[in-house]
């Protein structure tokens, strides 16, 4: 693997959304990451939990964490990992005998990840829940949406992957670097509510000092302000703006034609309503594209709304590379991007149990010790199929998308 993170070892028990979101940052950072997914998993061929772009990157062993050998060997990976990630109810890791004492009993110096939506004590920690239980919680739901409307949830973006898998892998990468240092690992809990009210930290602070309300849809970045809010065109499609700066805002009134016009003051909140149904009247007079032409090259702050099908298409996107396809599926490029110890190209999924014995013998397991792990049902691999591609194929595979890969609108 390459990427600033190449040398990290980190196993990852197979969850769902904000925890595998964790290991595939830390793979396309370059860290080699070793997914376990269940052992009756492998003879399916497929697990329901996966999903095709946030497995990329990284192999995959079928373990039955029911069975003692299944147990051991868990424990036998971590001797040689940095760190590893779960993302089951607290407690559950613990009775399967793979908690954090007695993994750092194995590793002192590993960092256990721990990733849940309401942390690991509290009331409600060993409740159940989503990413819009938690952000509502957080005190971040309430404040998206417009004045009298119900808040809307910013899709499952806030809570599960801003403030829980991003979180968590940050909270590895300071533990890692922090271990290697001390010669102590340490658990990292990553809880979605504590991530989520995190990411408000910047509207914390606007509140205290007076330039945020707590209603809906009546501040500046909340559809409040009308220089920052998305305005329908006359072919039903949509631009946003972001003038919020005076001299982009001057550009904002140019471009639209009212900058000769007496209009009150950019930030007289009493005539945002006016300042809205005056710029919504100007906006419906031209299509989308018209608009793009309009703007083009200024710093109006002016962008169209697109979907993931039209971003593609873009030629910022494009130009960047920033979506990908591997193996037919377009998907986000790794990110950031680093000048000197560059990301690798990602690979596809896989399937699990595909690398078991492969991945095992590279993490020190004997070739006679394998095949005892197989017959015992403590492992198992995923059967061959008739068609298949290496890891290796599948990154030779990654490209920038054409007009056949892509999606349309």
């Not at 990852?12 to 904000?18: D, H, K, W």
């Not at 997914?35 to 996966?50: K, L, N």
């Not at 533990?175 to 809880?191: C, I, N, P, T």
């Not at 998305?230 to 900058?259: H, K, N, T």
């Amino acid at each position: 693997m390459a990427g600033p993170l190449a040398g990290v070892r980190v196993v990852e028990l197979v969850g769902i959304g904000p925890g595998p979101f964790a290991a595939m940052l830390l793979a396309d950072a370059g860290a080699e990451v070793l997914r376990i997914h269940r052992a009756d998993r492998a003879a399916q061929g497929r697990d329901p939990q996966d999903a095709p772009v946030l497995n990329r990157s990284r192999r995959s062993i079928a373990v039955d964490l029911k069975h003692p050998d299944g147990v051991e060997t868990v424990l036998r990976l971590v001797e040689r990992a940095d760190a590893l990630i779960e993302g089951m109810r607290p407690g559950v890791t613990e009775r399967l005998g793979i908690g954090p004492e007695s993994c750092r009993a194995r590793n002192p110096q590993l960092v256990y990840g721990r990733m849940t939506g309401w942390g690991q004590d509290g009331p409600l920690a060993d409740r159940a829940g989503h990413d819009i239980d938690y952000i509502a919680v957080a005190g971040a739901l309430a404040h998206f949406g417009r004045a009298g409307a119900r808040p809307t949830p910013p899709l499952n973006l806030v809570g599960d992957f801003g403030g829980g898998g991003m979180y968590l892998a940050f909270g590895i990468v300071c533990a890692v670097l922090e271990a290697r240092e001390s010669g102590q690992g340490q658990v990292v809990d990553a809880a979605m509510v504590d991530g989520a009210a995190s990411l408000m930290a910047f509207v914390w602070g606007m509140r205290s000092v007076g330039a945020f309300t707590e209603v809906r849809g009546t501040n500046m970045l909340d559809t409040g302000a009308p220089y920052y809010d998305s305005y329908e065109c006359a072919d039903g499609e949509y631009v946003a703006v972001g003038a919020i700066e005076p001299q982009f805002y001057a550009e904002l009134l140019d471009r639209l034609g009212l900058a000769s016009e007496e209009l009150p003051h950019q930030q007289d909140r009493g005539a945002w309503p006016e300042l809205k149904r005056r710029f919504a009247a100007v906006f419906r007079t031209r299509t989308r594209s018209e608009w793009v032409d309009v703007f083009a090259g200024s710093d109006a702050c002016v962008a169209p709304v697109l979907t993931m099908s039209e971003a593609v298409q873009h030629p910022h996107v494009a130009a960047r590379s920033t979506i990908v396809e591997v193996d037919g599926v377009l998907q986000p490029a790794p990110a950031p991007r680093f000048s000197r110890t560059r990301s690798g190209a990602p690979t596809g999924p896989a399937r699990p149990g595909e690398h078991t014995r492969p991945a095992l013998a590279d993490w020190g397991f004997g070739a006679s010790e394998i095949e005892r792990l197989h017959e015992s049902g403590a492992i198992a691999s995923a059967p061959e199929p008739q068609h298949r591609s290496t890891p290796s194929a599948r990154g030779d595979r990654l490209t920038a998308p054409t007009d056949s890969g892509r999606a349309r609108s």
